[in-house]
């Protein structure tokens, strides 16, 4: 069974984990383990990956409209070179410090490939489900999409600088926080936008339009597309863009958008029932380890 199979069977006996994090008294904590063969590009360097690892989960943390207090990681390589591990270290940290949470260690093991499994807490006394979706909230995301699929281009025509420039993503801790109040839904990207909209259509018994001319693509997605499919698979399918996509109701838009410290734009509306996309059904697709 694949990635998302493997979940529903755990459902039943684990009937908190249907968010992006667990919320215990307060406490919101998340663990996510990222490979070299499935999750870092060739080229792709330490410090990159410690920003990334780390900053996935607290990716986490920012879709429950969480405040980040501490993270850690477990750091696995064939052996340990120092300079790759500082630089895993420097990353790690500067990205908690990004959002003002504190990096405080993790574990070291070794493994026959590089990987990293990583933990975020937070502190939410009302944290946001993926549930409350409701017919007549606006559908928004974050910032912009495609970013993450521009990069693998990037890595793949060797132009690492830029690539590794582009993975670096700020965690969208900040901006979850300032949309919580006004939030009736919310999660991450990093399975894509297309594949989250379904997954919060399962959580909230609901449906979605979008609007396919007011999805925010990335600048650099335009750089290195082909043509405008790619454009368009690359900010709807490919994923790891660790945006907010959130409902909110109409009348809360302007509102959210003031208190966001980063753009919000309205994609779509929330329906009774199907996903589509300017008319059609859009299809549920998007990351899963090791695939587009």
Do not use: K
Not at 233 to 251: C, I, K, N
Request: hydrophobic share 40%; aromatic share 6%.
């Amino acid at each position: 069974m694949d990635e998302r199979a493997a979940l529903r069977l755990l459902a039943d006996d684990l009937p908190d984990a249907g968010d992006d994090a667990a919320v215990v008294d307060g406490q919101v904590v998340t663990t996510d383990m990222l490979h070299e063969t499935t999750d870092f590009p060739t080229g792709t360097t330490r410090y990159t990956a410690g920003w990334r690892a780390v900053g996935a989960s607290l990716s986490d943390v920012a879709a429950m409209g969480a405040r980040a207090t501490a993270t850690v990681a477990v750091y696995a390589a064939p052996e340990f070179d120092a300079d790759e591990l500082r630089d895993f270290v420097a990353g790690a940290r500067d990205v908690s410090e990004a959002v003002d949470a504190r990096y405080v260690g993790g574990d070291l093991d070794t493994l026959s490939e590089f990987s990293a499994t990583t933990t975020a807490l937070g502190r939410t006394e009302e944290p946001v489900r993926r549930s409350g979706a409701r017919p007549g909230d606006v559908l928004a995301v974050t910032g912009t999409l495609g970013r993450s699929g521009a990069a693998l281009r990037l890595f793949e025509r060797g132009d690492h600088d830029r690539a590794n420039e582009l993975f670096r993503f700020e965690p969208r801790v900040a901006a979850g926080r300032a949309l919580s109040p006004h939030a009736t839904a919310m999660m991450d990207s990093s399975d894509g936008l297309a594949r989250s909209v379904h997954q919060l259509a399962e959580a909230s018994d609901c449906g979605f339009d979008l609007d396919g001319d007011a999805l925010p693509v990335a600048d650099s997605v335009r750089e290195v597309a082909e043509d405008d499919a790619e454009e368009r698979r690359l900010s709807t399918f490919f994923g790891e863009d660790f945006e907010l996509v959130v409902t909110l109701p109409d009348d809360a838009i302007a509102t959210a958008r003031e208190a966001s410290p980063v753009p919000l734009r309205v994609v779509g509306e929330v329906t009774e029932d199907g996903v589509r996309m300017d008319g059609d059904p859009l299809p549920d697709r998007g990351y899963t380890h090791g695939q587009e």
